[in-house]
Nanobody, 124 residues
Framework: QVQLVESGGGLVQAGGSLKLSCAAS????????MGWFRQVPGKEREFVAA????????YYADSVKGRFTISRDNAKNTLYLQMNSLKPEDTAVYYC?????????????????WGQGTQVTVSL
């Protein structure tokens, strides 16, 4: 399996921006479709964004569409999530996930490898 480590979380004011990174190691990064998910205490993990192995196909949750951008650099084995116009309701632990195969998915169950998560807190 591929190992994933997220970074870039933190505290930001509403309207601000953050860029999350996910460094992959252990297997060929380009062989995986990737995704970002988030979770708040007491709630299920929810889909945020996903990309195919090439980055040509991307999906976004309606709640982040137009504000977040997922991208990947296969040469650097890194996945990114650029988050703009952040809102307090974006506060969550953000997880990077890898899905063996080329095609993007929005389903939690389709992803077999997960990072440890990074906290994003958006204040008023």
């Amino acid at each position: 399996q591929v190992q994933l480590v997220e970074s870039g979380g933190g505290l930001v004011q509403a309207g601000g921006s953050l860029k999350l990174s996910c460094a992959a190691s252990g297997r060929t990064f380009s062989a995986y479709a990737m995704g970002w998910f988030r979770q708040v205490p007491g709630k299920e993990r929810e889909f945020v964004a996903a990309t195919s192995w090439t980055g040509d196909t991307t999906y976004y949750a309606d709640s982040v569409k137009g504000r977040f951008t997922i991208s990947r650099d296969n040469a650097k084995n890194t996945l990114y999530l650029q988050m703009n116009s952040l809102k307090p309701e974006d506060t969550a632990v953000y997880y990077c996930a890898a899905r063996s195969g080329f095609y993007a998915s929005i389903q939690v169950a389709d992803f077999g490898s997960w990072g440890q998560g990074t906290q994003v807190t958006v204040s008023l």
